[in-house]
């Protein structure tokens, strides 16, 4: 593996792309690292499918926001028995099999949330990078809350989730 950054699954990638929102998630997280499956299944099968969000992200691959990784054999031998082990998808196993120890992924699947926290990683949502970069200091709360609503749009999520994380990044609650 090579490139330092956060690894995310594909649907951080679409999500990211359809609010447009690369550059301030990059502030919160650092680049984006993208291993095979996950490039496969975010732009080459949408390539196939026709997702106009192709387009964004090979400008944000351009724009240095996101970086393709290759597996070592290793990781890639984890990833496969992380994916038969768990009932993973191919790019979730890859994400969690790249992270550093204790580090974090980008991952929006439920059960590859519980698996990384069972690794001993730090599973974050797409839809809580607001929240994350706030309390971070990484973005000042006009943009955290814009990020927010940008990210709810297209991930459908609920409005008491958007409220809670509302009050998050004005600092109301933990």
Do not use: N
């Amino acid at each position: 593996m090579k490139g330092t950054g956060t690894p995310a699954d594909a649907s951080t990638l679409i999500y990211l792309t359809k609010a447009d929102v690369f550059a301030a998630a990059g502030k919160c997280v650092g680049r984006l690292l993208v291993t095979p499956s996950v490039w496969r299944e975010a732009v080459e099968a949408g390539t196939r499918r026709g997702a106009v969000e192709v387009a964004h992200i090979r400008l944000a691959e351009g724009h240095r926001l996101l970086s393709r990784i290759e597996l070592a054999k290793r990781v890639a031998r984890r990833a496969r028995d992380m994916a038969h082990q768990y009932a993973l998808g191919s790019g979730e196993s890859e994400v969690l099999a790249v992270a550093e120890p204790g580090g974090r992924v980008l991952v929006d699947e439920g059960r590859a949330t519980r698996v990384a926290e069972s690794l001993g990683l730090v599973p974050v949502s797409t839809l809580l990078l607001p929240a994350l970069g706030a309390a971070e200091g990484k973005l000042e709360g006009t943009a955290a809350m814009e990020l927010l609503h940008r990210l709810a749009g297209v991930t459908g999520a609920r409005a008491d989730v958007v409220v809670r994380l509302e009050a998050v990044i004005r600092g109301e609650a933990r």
